[in-house]
């Protein structure tokens, strides 16, 4: 079992940035991919970033190529998302998620539904 906990959204205007954080519970943080979703008001839940089990290889959404950074700290069983040139359309609540892939997978999913563990989301709001 894992507990995830989001924090970091907030306000901020176009163009900013903002680093989300996720904490979870539990001593084998490391053989959990992680990643990153986003559903705003009205639309499905959508992929934003994943990031394998030891951070050597990530995924991201074309939509925030170039922009968004994921990023974990196994020590700290944290994994995190820095966000920069943010754009109205980012304005959304934010979830990570973890799925057990064992001690030797780098492996990395794409698709919600593969996921076993959600925190409760962080809103995010990007003025224009």
């Known amino acids: 079992q894992v507990h995830l906990v989001e924090s970091g959204g907030g306000l901020v205007q176009a163009g900013g940035s903002l680093r989300l954080s996720c904490a979870a519970s539990?001593?084998?943080?490391?053989?959990?991919?992680m990643g990153w979703f986003r559903q705003a008001p009205g639309k499905e839940r959508e992929f934003v970033s994943a990031?394998?089990?030891?951070?050597?290889?990530?995924a991201y959404a074309d939509f925030v190529k170039g922009r968004f950074t994921g990023s974990r700290d196994n020590a700290k069983n944290t994994v995190y998302l820095q966000m920069t040139s943010l754009k109205p359309e980012d304005t959304a609540v934010y979830y990570c998620?973890?799925?057990?892939?064992?001690?030797?997978?780098?492996?990395?999913?794409?698709?919600?539904?593969?996921?076993?563990?959600w925190g409760q989301g962080t809103q995010v709001t990007v003025s224009s």
């Open positions: 998620a973890a799925k057990g892939v064992g001690w030797y997978s780098n492996v990395i999913y794409e698709n919600k539904d593969e996921y076993d563990y």
């Open positions: 539990g001593r084998t943080f490391s053989t959990y991919t």
């Open positions: 990031i394998s089990r030891t951070g050597i290889n990530t």
